[in-house]
């Protein structure tokens, strides 16, 4: 959720990749050689087969918070834990487990962590800081290339390029402008949307935006005027801006701990970043000693763990990990020692945070107890990764959602923060529909999220997915502004088949950011599934979006002074469909 104008920027660039995107059939790609008992195509090459051994679902972030803590505090000495996230911050819940991480460390236990370049630009410090100790290597994933810095200070003339990337990469509107401004070329394009980016302005003055959406908001117009085709026929060297800026924003959004412990190898797998918003759960807010005072407001999410053991002795289940490791892309962190002031304050900052988390720990425990859901027998699963290295018809989580979602016979159930169908899905959707299968999806309301730019586009192409796919049931999310936000990415086909991961159902997360996916297969249909949806379904408010409220939502769009102004952004991309 801390990533919406990267997200917005990406979808708007992709939409005229997806439409023309070409899946490749079985027998073009090379064959797994793990096909015993699988339940997912054989053509997978970045899933693994196995079983996973006292499975637990942590259905609230104190239950999969404590876990990782539980994972480092019993790794094995000499062993190596394996971490990626996408967002790796410094506040209690994070300052608590990294001193967890330290004491690993100090007793042998190697730890690889992997951040995204974009995400962890501003915790730089705290990175170098965990990374001091020598048994903690720190990489980041995709880093601006050379190319791109030569282009726009070479071709474009740009002369603070720095800030311009700068911009990019810690999401800072004005940053970016600064260096769009240094462009002769460029300075002129954005006097189009001079308009636009005034009105922006005044609704901010007069409190109708937040200075975090003002920012947002203005971040996706001030990149709309680099991709205007519109512009190309005059300004021909920002036809290469396009191709820079969709390798740049294709990023690591993996969530993934493995360690090795005297059970054997564990693992986390899910949505939850490392931050308090996702590690402590919404009843926080009610506390009078609340520690997400301050913060947006919690997410709603969902992780799996336990022990996963493959069905074909020449796999790993971290062989995948070891790839994004080994990879090109992932660059190891600036290991210059921090000034030793900075490093004293931030070991300061560090300890006055953990130790404020473990004074309030009795609660949370007690919340993360309440909020696992235990699964008393071995399941069947597939581990699915979208490979940084894939191209856009070789993303395995989304063919492994077609798969599902074409041989559903009865119940389709997705849950997702972010909603925004693709041509694929939808088409996956279409056949499940003409099958009688019964089909809802779960979503964030414009209140509930702060990507309102997402919802806008979403609730504008509603009727045309419900023409499109038949029978479908949209629903968004009844809570009140500041009182939690859904983040979980989950799937129920059949009461058979649920899937936990990073993926929302979304063009970004399927076809061009990393992610991954835990698909566990109950083999019968089973209330386990319901069990674990229930949570999502039944303890928080939803909406059904019917004729009548889409109707009404669009309707009012297009009055309200604020909506009016966010449609105006998101009627961008009809400019960039052209692309």
């Known amino acids: 959720m801390k990533f919406c104008v ?23 790609r090379a064959p797994s050689s793990t096909q015993l008992d699988a339940f997912l195509p054989s053509d997978l090459t970045h899933s693994v087969l196995g079983e996973i051994d006292h499975p637990v679902i942590h259905l609230v972030g104190d239950s999969g918070f404590f876990k990782k803590v539980s994972m480092l505090e019993n790794a094995l000495p000499g062993s190596t834990i394996s971490m990626a996230y996408f967002i790796f911050e410094d506040d ?22 992997i951040v995204d370049y974009f995400m962890s630009e501003k915790y730089i410090p705290w990175l170098k800081f965990i990374g001091s100790n020598s048994n903690i290597k720190i990489k980041r994933f995709r880093p601006p290339t050379k190319d791109f810095k030569n282009y726009l200070a070479s071709e474009l003339g740009m002369k603070a390029s720095d800030s311009f990337i700068k911009g990019l990469m810690s999401q800072n509107s004005e940053l970016l402008l600064t260096g769009m401004m240094s462009s002769d070329t460029i300075r002129p394009l954005i006097e189009s949307q001079t308009k636009l980016l005034e009105e922006l302005k005044k609704l901010n003055a007069a409190g109708g935006i937040s200075p975090d959406e003002l920012n947002s908001l203005k971040f996706s117009v001030l990149q709309s005027v680099m991709t205007n085709p519109q512009a190309f026929g005059t300004v021909k060297s920002l036809i290469k801006m396009r191709s820079f800026l969709r390798t740049f924003l294709r990023r690591m959004h993996h969530k993934i701990t493995i360690a090795r412990t005297n059970n054997g190898k564990e693992f986390i797998v899910g949505g939850r970043n490392i931050s308090d918003e996702y590690h402590i759960g919404a009843e926080e807010l009610k506390h009078e000693k609340n520690l997400l005072k301050g913060r947006s407001y919690p997410f709603y999410d969902c992780e799996v763990s ?25 660059i190891a962190l600036d290991n210059s020692q921090l000034d030793q002031n900075i490093f004293d304050e931030i070991q300061k900052n560090m300890s006055i945070k953990a130790n404020t988390y473990l004074d309030n720990i009795a609660r949370m425990k007690e919340r993360g107890e309440r909020g696992s859901y235990v699964i008393s027998d071995k399941i069947a699963a597939h581990y699915v990764e979208n490979s940084y290295l894939s ?36 088409e996956s959707l279409k056949q499940a529909a003409a099958n009688g299968v019964q089909i809802d999806i779960y979503t964030n309301s414009a209140t509930t999220t702060d990507l309102s730019i997402v919802n806008v586009g979403a609730y504008s192409k509603m009727k045309d997915w419900i023409n499109q796919i038949g029978s479908i049931q949209f629903h ?29 159902s979304d063009p970004r997360s399927h076809l061009f950011d990393t992610n991954n996916l835990m698909i566990m297969n109950f083999k019968n ?28 939502i669009l309707s009012y769009l297009q009055t309200d002074e604020k909506s009016k102004i966010v449609l105006k952004v998101t009627q961008l991309q009809d400019v960039i469909d052209q692309l």
């Open 306 to 330: 336990g022990l996963f053991s493959v069905n074909n002795f020449a796999e790993d289940f971290e062989d995948t990990f070891n790839q994004l490791w080994d990879s090109t892309l992932a």
């Open 476 to 504: 968004e999310l009844g809570l009140g502004k500041q009182e939690g936000s859904l983040h979980a990415k989950i799937i129920n086909v059949d009461d058979i088949f649920v899937g936990i991961g990073s993926a929302n």
């Open 525 to 552: 249909s089973t209330s386990v599934a319901q069990e674990v949806f229930s949570f999502y379904l039944k303890k928080l408010p939803w909406e059904k979006i019917t004729p009548e409220k889409l109707q009404g």
């Open 391 to 426: 191209k856009l018809d070789g993303k395995e989580i989304t063919l492994a959602w077609q798969h599902l979602i074409g041989n559903a016979t009865s119940k389709i159930q997705i849950v997702s923060a972010y909603l925004y169908l693709y041509p694929e899905l939808i």
């Open 92 to 113: 209690y819940s994070s300052s608590f487990l990294v001193k967890k991480m330290l004491e690993a460390a100090d007793r042998g236990v190697k730890i690889r962590l």
């Open 6 to 28: 990267i997200y917005f920027f990406s979808i708007i660039l992709i939409t005229s990749l997806i439409s023309c995107s070409v899946f490749l059939k079985t027998e073009d």
